[in-house]
Structure formats: structure tokens, C-alpha cells
């Protein structure tokens, strides 16, 4: 190049390289990272005076592109000390990374070379067109490692890089280019060679703005590669595109060759074809998913085993096994995260409210949790999978979520885990940490995701056949209500006319007036149970503001009478809650029957009256044996199933279905050898009522 703006421009671009050099060598920074940057600066700077064409000082062409193609060669080397070196798999990612993108590279070499073996063409000029190849797959490469930097080198990274990836991207973009027309053209175009200079100096000021902010590399990690398939499936795209189009470059080089006066039409026609081709491909949904299922099965390996975890899951969940089906989610769910305790808590919908319905291993208490507690809220607001101790480390990531006491409190509980069902909470579950402790990742979050939904499946399936079965035992138990029914009429009428007889022809005055009165009462509660059946098919009463002191002291007055080891405790002033005054008293004789024959004759049963944020709260409590967790979630409150002799299963149920038709709710509290303890929680009453005394509590005792 004779020209004098070439050659100044040229010998421009040297000097700002060779400062380059100097700077980067002055720096104080690791003498590794500097001696990386300044070697491409300094080869940079040969490489701009050999191209300068100074005066006595001509440089052949073939030499311009070797010293060309080690410049290209020294930056990829300095992009490839980016990578940092992965300490679990003990080899350096950057000898992976290189190894996989020059493996294609090489084979696209040996195709392009193999006519001129086979020609027997002379080493020098087959040199020349390797080095010419080289110049264009270098730049792809860079090209390669800078896309792969700035997604996964993360954000402080990505600031630390970001001007040597656009400078240097720059750079290599238009060497490709130039490389490119070259193969093309048979020759250098004096227009991008220029143009090349300029941009080299450019550039210059963009590749030392970064290698400043690189300078306290050595104190602190490098840029991290993270595997993920969506990168992978970028990266796999730009490696293929790029070698799809240097093989059409070296194809159109040949057809340039031995074409003759057609060579110049084909080269261009496949071009243009090759480009139509390559958009297609990469537009086509079908190929991309191929590839990455490609990428997913050979480039990737998982901690789990996917379909060894995923059929352990079914078969537990499937297999016929005495424990019931929430203790099979259980367990199926903490073994996936090899975790020995979990508890499964499920929504009551008529309670608004989730019990413990299954425990494994897992330590109490196990308290409900209500529906507007700020836990579920977080679930219906996020349907994320709660990590305890990311929430105690870093309680910014999870919002305004306040966990419960009983959860915190404990420091073996790991997950919280929600199981969605048709978009809404069916429950939630919680786990312990594992046997071996490890930090959540995504992989474990995926995984747990898609168990809960499928069990969360099972779950909602397995209620709504208890419900058919409930509904079944109840259409059965009330068909044989009704024959006793009609049963009971009979037996009415038939006394009613051996009364009338009896009144006619009876012998003695003394026995027939004993009779009388035998008859008369019991064809009186015959009569008064047919009207309360009667009453029950009219419209239910409606609930109305009751002062709940004086309904106690009734029900008390009542019970004293046969006996005697019941006692009262109520707030001074009155208390108002809505209720249906002749079913709240239902409900508390049907309670304080039970709790009397728990306790025994030797026994206790207090009644009790107090007031809990705003909502008056009546409980009936027992010393007797007590309950234990399962008997109340399972058996308590399940229609037809007694445990006395000649009981019928109804009173508890029947208990919890009038406590629910008020709109209050029933709650136990029971441990063996401790008692037991239910509780109603009524909706409060006007609070507009006279108040008196300043409020204490008064107790009525055994009299």
C-alpha cells in the first residue's frame, strides 16, 4: 500500500497499540491477566505496521495474514482467560469450550483442503488458503466466547466486559467481512483495508476502558459460566451458522475456480441460496426443538435421574399399601428431596381453615392455619415454594410474608411447599432438611413443582371419592331413618289404642293408672320426635344476637341436676355473639354429654366463657383420656363411625354440622392423658350493648 492516508492510517493505529502495550504492562494488576492483554496489544501494533507499506519496508501478503491470523489468535487467547476453572469438575471450562468449538472447525479444514491433497497443488499455496481460513474462523470463535460472556457472566460481569465485548466484537465482526470478500473477490479491497485500520483504533480506547475495570480480577472470582439449555441452544445456532456459512463460502470459492464464465453467477446464486437456507432453519420451530433436545440429552447432566425419580413417585403413590393416601404423598414427596419428616396440611373449605391431615416424623405442634393467614395469601399470590432459610437469611426476597412462629421457632424445617390444584391452595406441606444438607437450586424447585401438582392430583381425587362415600353412608343412614320413622308412627298409633282400652277395660285402678301414665309419656316424646322431625323440614330458624352468660348459666342448671362434677367460669359483663339460641344449646348438651361421660364420676367438666380478638369463644373441657392426633383427623368427626357399643356415629358429626350452620366453627384441642377441650368460635354481636362492672371472671363451682 503506497498510499499516504493508508500508510497513516496504519502507522496510527501502531502507535496507539504499542501505547496500549506500555500501559497495560505498567498497570498494577495481576502480571497473568496483564500479560494476556498486553501480547494482543503488541502483536496488534506489528500487525498495523505491516500493513502500513512504509517506504524500503514491503511486507508480502501472505505474511500480512499470518501476523494477521496470530493478532486474531492472541485476542481469543485473552478472551479465553475469562473463563474461570471449574472446581467440581476439575477441568478448565475454557479447554472445554475451545475443544467443542474447534472440532468443527477442524473438519470444516480438512473438507476444504482435501481437493488440494488430491491435486497435489503446491504446500505454499495451500498454506495460503489455510491461513485465509483461519482469518475467518478465528473471528467466529471470538465471536463465540463474547456472546457466551455476556450472558453468563451476570451482571458485576457483565459491567466489568461490556466495552471489551463491543470493541473486540467489533473488530472481528468486520475481520470476518473483510476475510470474507477477500475468498470472494480473489483479492484485497483497498476500501476495507482502510476502513479495517480505522476501525482497529477505534476500538482501542473501548479495549482499555475494560481491562482498567479488570484489574482486581485476581481479588475476587471471574466471570462464572452457568449451563443452562437456553444458552447452549444460542451458542449451538451461532456455532452452526457460522460453519454452515464457511462451508458455502469454501463451495463458492470452488464454483468461483472452476466455473469459468459462469463462476462468478453460481458463486453468487448458491450465496443467496445458502442465506434463504439458513433463515428457514433457524425460523423452523421443529429444528430448534430437535436441537435442543440434542443439547439436553448429550451436553447436560442432571443431578437427577428423571426417570428413575419419576417412576419411584408413581409406584409409591399407586401402590396398594395399608397407610392411607396423604401419608403416600408424604412420604413420596420428602424422599424426592431425601428429606426423613414432612407433614401434609389440607384445606376444610367449610371452615375456612387447613388441618394436619398427615404427619411423618415430623414433630409437633401442628396447629391449623387459616385461610387469611399471611402464608397462604403468599401462596394464592406467587404459588412459590418457600425455602426457610433463605426466608431467615434474606426475608427482602419473599415480600411481606410473616411466617408462623411454630415454623421459625423450629430449626429443622427446610421447605414449605403448596400443592395447586385447578389453579387454587388444596394444601401446602412441610419438610425437614435432608439427611445431606444442600442449598436449594432450581433443579430441586422443578422437580418439587411438578411432583406437588401430580399429587396435589391424586389428592383432589381421593377427596372427592370420600365425599361419595360420605354422601353414600348418609343416603343409607337416612333411608333406614325413615323405616324407623314409619316404624315409630305405628307404634304410636298401636299405644294410643291400648290407651283407649286400657281406659275401658282395665281391672285394676292402681295398675291401669301406673299404665296410663307409662303410655302417656312415652307416646309424648313418640309424639315430640315426630314434630321434631317435622320441624326440621321447615325453613331453619334464623340467627339473631344472644347474650351468652344467661344461656350458659341455663345449660348449667340443667346439667346439675344429674350432676354434680360441672362447673361455670364467665366474664362479669355480658357477652353477645350471633347465634340460634335453641341449636347453640343443642350443640352445648350434645358437648357437655360427651365430656361428662370422658371424664367419668371421678372427673371434671368446666364450661367456659372468654373473649379472643373481638370473637366470643365458648369452650367445654374435659380431664378425661383425651384424643390423639390421628383419632381427630380421621375418625372424630366421620359420619357412621363409633366407637361406643351402642352408639350411631352421628353426635359429633351432627355437633360440627350445627356449629357450621350458625357460621361459627368448632375446634378441638385434645392430647392423650391430657384432656380434651372444644372449642365453638362464634361470630361476635353488636357491640352496642350497656356496659357494666370493669371485666373480671366469675366461677360457678360444684354446689
Same mark, same amino acid.
Given at each position: 500500500? #503506497?498510499?499516504?492516508?493508508?500508510?497513516?492510517?496504519?502507522?496510527?493505529?501502531?502507535?496507539?497499540?504499542?501505547?496500549?502495550?506500555?500501559?497495560?504492562?505498567?498497570?498494577?494488576?495481576?502480571?497473568?491477566?496483564?500479560?494476556?492483554?498486553?501480547?494482543?496489544?503488541?502483536?496488534?501494533?506489528?500487525?498495523?505496521?505491516?500493513?502500513?507499506?512504509?517506504?524500503?519496508?514491503?511486507?508480502?501478503?501472505?505474511?500480512?495474514?499470518?501476523?494477521?491470523?496470530?493478532?486474531?489468535?492472541?485476542?481469543?487467547?485473552?478472551?479465553?482467560?475469562?473463563? /474461570?476453572?471449574?472446581?467440581?469438575?476439575?477441568?478448565?471450562?475454557?479447554? +472445554?469450550?475451545?475443544?467443542?468449538?474447534?472440532?468443527?472447525?477442524?473438519?470444516?479444514?480438512?473438507?476444504?483442503?482435501? $481437493?488440494?491433497?488430491?491435486?497435489?497443488?503446491?504446500?505454499?499455496?495451500?498454506?495460503?488458503?489455510?491461513?485465509?481460513?483461519?482469518?475467518?474462523? =478465528?473471528?467466529?470463535?471470538?465471536?463465540?466466547?463474547?456472546?457466551?460472556?455476556?450472558?453468563?457472566?451476570?451482571? $458485576?460481569?457483565?459491567?466489568?466486559?461490556?466495552?471489551?465485548?463491543?470493541?473486540?466484537?467489533?473488530?472481528?465482526?468486520?475481520?470476518?467481512?473483510?476475510?470474507?470478500?477477500?475468498?470472494?473477490?480473489?483479492?484485497?479491497?483497498?476500501?476495507?483495508?482502510?476502513?479495517?485500520?480505522?476501525?482497529?483504533?477505534?476500538?482501542?480506547?473501548?479495549?482499555?476502558? #475494560?481491562?482498567?475495570?479488570?484489574?482486581?480480577?485476581?481479588?475476587?472470582?471471574?466471570?462464572?459460566?452457568?449451563?443452562?439449555?437456553?444458552?447452549?441452544?444460542?451458542? +449451538?445456532?451461532?456455532?452452526?451458522?457460522?460453519?454452515?456459512?464457511?462451508?458455502?463460502?469454501?463451495?463458492?470459492?470452488?464454483?468461483?475456480?472452476?466455473?469459468?464464465?459462469?463462476?462468478?453467477?453460481? %458463486?453468487?446464486?448458491?450465496? *443467496?441460496?445458502?442465506?434463504?437456507?439458513?433463515?428457514?432453519?433457524?425460523?423452523?420451530?421443529?429444528?430448534?426443538?430437535?436441537?435442543?433436545?440434542?443439547?439436553?440429552?448429550?451436553?447436560?447432566?442432571?443431578?437427577?435421574?428423571?426417570?428413575?425419580?419419576?417412576?419411584?413417585?408413581? %409406584?409409591?403413590?399407586?401402590?396398594? %399399601? $395399608?397407610?392411607?393416601?396423604?401419608? /403416600?404423598?408424604? /412420604?413420596?414427596?420428602?424422599?424426592?428431596?431425601?428429606?426423613?419428616?414432612?407433614?401434609?396440611?389440607?384445606?376444610?373449605?367449610?371452615?375456612?381453615?387447613?388441618?394436619?391431615?398427615? *404427619?411423618?416424623?415430623?414433630?409437633?405442634?401442628?396447629?391449623?392455619?387459616?385461610?387469611? #393467614?399471611?402464608?397462604?395469601? @403468599?401462596?394464592?399470590?406467587?404459588?412459590?415454594?418457600?425455602?426457610?432459610? !433463605?426466608?431467615?437469611?434474606?426475608? !427482602?426476597?419473599?415480600?411481606?410474608?410473616?411466617?408462623?412462629?411454630?415454623?421459625?421457632?423450629?430449626?429443622?424445617?427446610?421447605?414449605?411447599?403448596? =400443592?395447586?390444584?385447578?389453579?387454587?391452595?388444596?394444601? @401446602?406441606?412441610?419438610?425437614?432438611?435432608?439427611?445431606?444438607?444442600?442449598?436449594?437450586?432450581?433443579?430441586?424447585?422443578?422437580?418439587?413443582?411438578?411432583?406437588?401438582?401430580?399429587?396435589?392430583?391424586?389428592?383432589?381425587?381421593?377427596?372427592?371419592?370420600?365425599?361419595?362415600?360420605?354422601?353414600?353412608?348418609?343416603?343409607?343412614?337416612?333411608?333406614?331413618?325413615?323405616?324407623?320413622?314409619?316404624?315409630?308412627?305405628?307404634?304410636?298409633?298401636?299405644?294410643?289404642?291400648?290407651?283407649?282400652?286400657?281406659?275401658?277395660?282395665?281391672?285394676?285402678?292402681?295398675?291401669?293408672?301406673?299404665?296410663?301414665?307409662?303410655?302417656?309419656?312415652?307416646?309424648?316424646?313418640?309424639?315430640?320426635?315426630?314434630? %321434631?322431625?317435622?320441624?326440621?323440614?321447615?325453613?331453619?330458624?334464623?340467627?339473631?344476637?344472644?347474650?351468652? +352468660?344467661?344461656?350458659? !348459666?341455663?345449660?348449667?342448671?340443667?346439667?346439675?341436676?344429674?350432676?354434680?362434677?360441672?362447673?361455670?367460669? *364467665?366474664?362479669?359483663?355480658?357477652?353477645?355473639?350471633?347465634?340460634? !339460641?335453641?341449636?347453640?344449646?343443642?350443640?352445648?348438651?350434645?358437648?357437655?354429654?360427651?365430656?361428662?361421660?370422658?371424664?367419668?364420676?371421678?372427673?371434671? *367438666?368446666?364450661?367456659?366463657?372468654?373473649?379472643?380478638?373481638?370473637?366470643?369463644?365458648?369452650?367445654?373441657?374435659?380431664?378425661? $383420656?383425651?384424643?390423639?392426633?390421628?383419632?381427630?383427623?380421621?375418625?372424630?368427626?366421620?359420619?357412621?363411625?363409633?366407637?361406643?357399643?351402642?352408639?350411631?356415629?352421628?353426635?359429633?358429626?351432627?355437633?360440627?354440622?350445627?356449629?357450621?350452620?350458625?357460621?361459627?366453627?368448632?375446634?378441638?384441642?385434645?392430647?392423650?392423658?391430657?384432656?380434651?377441650?372444644?372449642?365453638?368460635?362464634?361470630?361476635?354481636?353488636?357491640?352496642?350493648?350497656?356496659?357494666?362492672?370493669?371485666?373480671?371472671?366469675?366461677?360457678?363451682?360444684?354446689?
Amino acid at each position: 500500500m #503506497s498510499d499516504f492516508v493508508g500508510t497513516a492510517i496504519f502507522g496510527l493505529c501502531s502507535a496507539t497499540y504499542l501505547i496500549l502495550f506500555v500501559l497495560s504492562m505498567l498497570a498494577r494488576t495481576s502480571a497473568l491477566k496483564g500479560w494476556h492483554f498486553a501480547v494482543p496489544c503488541l502483536i496488534t501494533a506489528v500487525w498495523s505496521l505491516s500493513a502500513a507499506d512504509l517506504p524500503g519496508l514491503s511486507t508480502p501478503v501472505g505474511l500480512q495474514d499470518a501476523v494477521e491470523l496470530v493478532r486474531n489468535g492472541g485476542w481469543m487467547f485473552f478472551l479465553l482467560t475469562l473463563w /474461570r476453572i471449574d472446581a467440581r469438575a476439575g477441568v478448565s471450562s475454557r479447554r +472445554v469450550l475451545a475443544s467443542r468449538a474447534l472440532a468443527p472447525i477442524a473438519l470444516i479444514l480438512v473438507v476444504v483442503l482435501l $481437493p488440494y491433497l488430491y491435486n497435489l497443488r503446491s504446500a505454499i499455496r495451500s498454506a495460503l488458503i489455510v491461513v485465509s481460513l483461519l482469518n475467518i474462523i =478465528l473471528p467466529v470463535i471470538c465471536l463465540l466466547l463474547i456472546e457466551n460472556l455476556l450472558r453468563t457472566g451476570g451482571t $458485576p460481569g457483565r459491567w466489568e466486559i461490556k466495552h471489551l465485548c463491543l470493541g473486540l466484537g467489533t473488530l472481528m465482526t468486520f475481520t470476518f467481512f473483510v476475510h470474507s470478500d477477500l475468498l470472494l473477490q480473489g483479492g484485497i479491497n483497498q476500501t476495507f483495508a482502510e476502513a479495517h485500520g480505522l476501525i482497529t483504533i477505534f476500538v482501542a480506547p473501548l479495549l482499555y476502558s #475494560s481491562f482498567h475495570r479488570l484489574q482486581n480480577w485476581q481479588y475476587r472470582p471471574e466471570v462464572r459460566i452457568t449451563a443452562s439449555p437456553k444458552p447452549a441452544l444460542y451458542t +449451538v445456532a451461532l456455532v452452526g451458522s457460522g460453519s454452515y456459512l464457511l462451508l458455502m463460502a469454501a463451495l463458492s470459492y470452488y464454483l468461483h475456480d472452476i466455473g469459468g464464465r459462469w463462476g462468478l453467477t453460481l %458463486q453468487i446464486s448458491l450465496m *443467496v441460496a445458502a442465506l434463504l437456507v439458513m433463515f428457514v432453519s433457524l425460523t423452523s420451530t421443529q429444528i430448534k426443538s430437535h436441537i435442543k433436545v440434542l443439547i439436553l440429552k448429550n451436553f447436560f447432566t442432571y443431578r437427577y435421574d428423571y426417570r428413575e425419580e419419576w417412576l419411584k413417585f408413581i %409406584q409409591m403413590m399407586s401402590a396398594a %399399601q $395399608p397407610s392411607s393416601m396423604e401419608i /403416600r404423598i408424604v /412420604r413420596a414427596i420428602a424422599d424426592l428431596m431425601n428429606s426423613p419428616a414432612g407433614g401434609l396440611w389440607i384445606l376444610q373449605r367449610q371452615d375456612d381453615c387447613f388441618f394436619v391431615d398427615a *404427619v411423618w416424623n415430623l414433630a409437633g405442634p401442628h396447629p391449623p392455619v387459616r385461610m387469611d #393467614s399471611p402464608l397462604i395469601g @403468599f401462596f394464592r399470590r406467587t404459588c412459590r415454594i418457600i425455602d426457610v432459610e !433463605e426466608y431467615r437469611k434474606h426475608p !427482602e426476597r419473599y415480600g411481606d410474608l410473616l411466617l408462623p412462629e411454630w415454623i421459625t421457632d423450629r430449626s429443622t424445617v427446610w421447605l414449605i411447599v403448596p =400443592l395447586l390444584h385447578r389453579n387454587d391452595i388444596l394444601g @401446602f406441606m412441610v419438610i425437614d432438611h435432608a439427611r445431606a444438607r444442600h442449598p436449594l437450586d432450581w433443579e430441586d424447585r422443578d422437580l418439587l413443582s411438578t411432583a406437588t401438582i401430580q399429587a396435589a392430583s391424586y389428592l383432589a381425587e381421593e377427596m372427592t371419592a370420600e365425599e361419595l362415600r360420605s354422601a353414600r353412608r348418609l343416603e343409607d343412614f337416612n333411608r333406614q331413618f325413615a323405616f324407623v320413622v314409619h316404624d315409630i308412627k305405628n307404634v304410636v298409633g298401636q299405644m294410643s289404642l291400648m290407651l283407649e282400652n286400657a281406659k275401658k277395660f282395665g281391672d285394676n285402678p292402681e295398675f291401669q293408672k301406673d299404665m296410663l301414665e307409662t303410655v302417656d309419656n312415652s307416646v309424648g316424646r313418640m309424639r315430640a320426635l315426630l314434630e %321434631q322431625l317435622s320441624a326440621q323440614r321447615r325453613q331453619a330458624p334464623t340467627a339473631r344476637t344472644l347474650e351468652l +352468660v344467661a344461656i350458659l !348459666e341455663k345449660v348449667l342448671t340443667h346439667w346439675r341436676k344429674t350432676a354434680t362434677n360441672i362447673s361455670l367460669q *364467665v366474664p362479669t359483663r355480658p357477652v353477645l355473639a350471633v347465634a340460634v !339460641e335453641p341449636t347453640l344449646i343443642s350443640v352445648l348438651d350434645l358437648l357437655v354429654d360427651n365430656a361428662l361421660s370422658a371424664a367419668g364420676p371421678n372427673g371434671s *367438666v368446666e364450661l367456659r366463657l372468654r373473649i379472643d380478638a373481638d370473637r366470643p369463644i365458648i369452650e367445654v373441657a374435659d380431664n378425661g $383420656p383425651g384424643m390423639d392426633e390421628t383419632f381427630v383427623n380421621k375418625e372424630l368427626f366421620r359420619p357412621l363411625a363409633s366407637t361406643k357399643s351402642n352408639g350411631f356415629g352421628i353426635g359429633a358429626y351432627q355437633t360440627r354440622h350445627l356449629v357450621r350452620e350458625m357460621g361459627a366453627q368448632l375446634e378441638v384441642e385434645t392430647a392423650p392423658q391430657k384432656g380434651t377441650t372444644m372449642r365453638i368460635v362464634l361470630p361476635r354481636g353488636d357491640m352496642a350493648t350497656p356496659t357494666s362492672a370493669p371485666e373480671s371472671t366469675r366461677e360457678s363451682s360444684q354446689g
